[in-house]
């Protein structure tokens, strides 16, 4: 039983998706903190110094808390809605950059594709050999 587990375990698409995760987890973290330092600061500042990822609403004590830490800390019941905007801009942001590598790729193999003809199959081209002996026996 190792052995088989071995084996499927070093089989290259477990191995490529093994990379794949570990490089996806990498990009979210990239993808998060684009979000988080670079792109919701000026749209915070844009809107009058809004922090989204500060914004929620208290359900046990509306209205005492300043912050969502402080909120967490006393075990309160929020609902964090800056948060869950943030999230949507990190996950708009790892979409379109994955939607652009697909089309990349796609691309390529188009190229791919299209610079080598496909030319007969084996079972064609032995089609046409006798069909050439056909006609020469007329």
Not at 25 to 41: E, H, K, R
Not at 113 to 129: H, I, K, M, R, Y
């Amino acid at each position: 039983m190792l052995k088989e587990f071995r084996d499927f375990a070093m089989r290259g698409n477990v191995i490529d998706l093994a990379f794949g995760v570990i490089i996806g987890v990498a990009f979210g973290a990239i993808v998060t903190s684009l979000v988080n330092d670079i792109i919701m600061p000026p749209i915070g500042f844009i809107m009058g110094g809004l922090d989204f990822s500060n914004h929620f609403i208290d359900l046990t004590e509306p209205g005492t808390t300043l912050t969502l830490a402080a909120a967490k800390e006393a075990k309160h019941a929020v609902i964090a809605y800056g948060a869950f905007i943030n999230t949507i801009i990190n996950f708009l942001i790892i979409a379109f950059a994955l939607f652009m590598v697909v089309k990349q790729i796609n691309r390529f193999k188009k190229k791919e594709e299209a610079a080598a003809p496909a030319g007969p199959t084996p079972t064609e081209a032995l089609l046409t050999e006798i069909r050439d002996e056909l006609r020469k026996g007329r």
